[in-house]
């Protein structure tokens, strides 16, 4: 039953090992089953936090531009241990995070044109801010697209 339950996991969509040992716990499969199961999908390489965790960051980052931080978090909550995750996020650059950032922009600076000025920063910061971007570092990018707009420039590196 724990192998079925961590295959059926699978075929959905990659899983953690912790999200995995959390399902088979919901199930009521006992803890030595539930690591035995997990240690033989481990072996036959099923189960592998380290490339889990890079894919998530490489995909989430690309499709939702989120930063370190927010990948950080979403890691640590789908389980993923703090070594495991560091590797994974050591191939978030700065260059890939603000590129990222500037992606995000592009949206909300066109919906927000003709707003009040002091309005429309707070929104384009904000919404850098909800994908774990630092204050400071949001600040920076909202002004120089709002400036690069002025000239207009468009909004690429």
Same mark, same amino acid.
């Given at each position: 039953?724990?192998?079925?339950?961590?295959?059926?996991?699978?075929?959905?969509?990659?899983?953690?090992?912790?999200?995995?040992?959390? @399902?088979?716990?919901? @199930?009521? $499969?006992?803890?030595?089953?539930?690591?035995? $199961? =997990?240690?033989?999908?481990?072996?036959?390489?099923?189960?592998?936090?380290?490339?889990?965790?890079?894919?998530?960051?490489?995909?989430?980052?690309?499709?939702?531009?989120?930063?370190?931080?927010?990948?950080?978090?979403?890691?640590?909550? @789908?389980?993923?241990?703090?070594?495991? /995750?560091?590797?994974?996020?050591?191939? $978030?650059?700065?260059?890939?995070?603000?590129?990222?950032?500037?992606?995000?922009?592009? #949206?909300?600076?066109?919906?927000?044109?003709?707003?009040?000025? /002091? #309005?429309?920063?707070?929104?384009?910061?904000?919404?850098?801010?909800?994908?774990?971007?630092?204050?400071?570092?949001?600040?920076? =990018? $909202?002004?120089?697209?709002?400036?690069?707009?002025?000239?207009?420039?468009?909004?690429?590196?």
């Amino acid at each position: 039953m724990a192998r079925a339950v961590a295959l059926r996991q699978l075929a959905m969509a990659p899983r953690s090992r912790a999200q995995l040992a959390e @399902k088979m716990a919901a @199930k009521d $499969v006992p803890g030595p089953v539930s690591d035995a $199961v =997990l240690d033989r999908l481990e072996e036959v390489g099923l189960v592998d936090d380290a490339a889990f965790a890079g894919a998530l960051v490489r995909t989430r980052q690309r499709s939702r531009g989120l930063a370190r931080r927010a990948l950080a978090q979403e890691l640590r909550t @789908k389980g993923v241990d703090d070594d495991t /995750a560091a590797e994974a996020l050591a191939q $978030v650059t700065d260059a890939s995070e603000q590129a990222a950032a500037r992606e995000v922009l592009r #949206r909300p600076l066109a919906a927000t044109r003709g707003m009040d000025p /002091a #309005r429309r920063q707070r929104r384009l910061t904000g919404a850098l801010a909800r994908r774990g971007y630092s204050a400071g570092l949001a600040f920076r =990018l $909202v002004r120089e697209a709002l400036d690069l707009e002025v000239t207009g420039e468009p909004l690429d590196d």
